[in-house]
């Protein structure tokens, strides 16, 4: 049975740090990406990261918006996937969903429908 379960969320204050986890279990992701929802917005990308063919490294991708203070990293031995979130602002409050996919989609990493397992999500909140 695949299962994705997110940690790692809480309230933080403008300018603080979490991080994320998203353990795999049941079977291995090439594509495993990041997405969060706001009350009232729609599902939004924020980073993926899709492993070279012989899970030797990855690539990683992320939204304009988190671009050098989110950074998204990989543990292929605990089949886990981070996501750390430095620089957090008000705007950055949502629920996070972790989401994989098991095979590599490296032009299509930033569209949710892509994906075929999804974590329950872990809410995230920066207070000003």
């Known amino acids: 049975q695949v299962q994705l379960v997110e940690s790692g969320g809480g309230l933080v204050q403008a300018g603080g740090s979490l991080r994320l986890s998203c353990a795999a279990s049941g079977r291995t992701f090439y594509t495993t990406g990041w997405f969060r929802q706001a009350p009232g917005k729609e599902r939004e990308f924020v980073a993926a990261?899709?492993?070279?063919?012989?899970?030797?490294?990855?690539?990683?991708y992320y939204a304009d918006s988190v671009k050098g203070r989110f950074t998204i990293s990989r543990d292929v031995a605990k089949n886990t996937v981070y996501l750390q979130m430095n620089s957090l602002k008000p705007e950055d409050t949502a629920v996070y969903y972790c989401?994989?996919?098991?095979?590599?989609?490296?032009?299509?990493?930033?569209?949710?429908?892509?994906?075929?397992?999804w974590g329950q999500g872990t809410q995230v909140t920066v207070s000003s």
């Open positions: 989401a994989a996919k098991t095979s590599r989609i490296p032009t299509t990493y930033s569209n949710y429908g892509r994906y075929d397992s």
């Open positions: 990261i899709v492993a070279n063919i012989n899970w030797s490294g990855g690539t990683t």
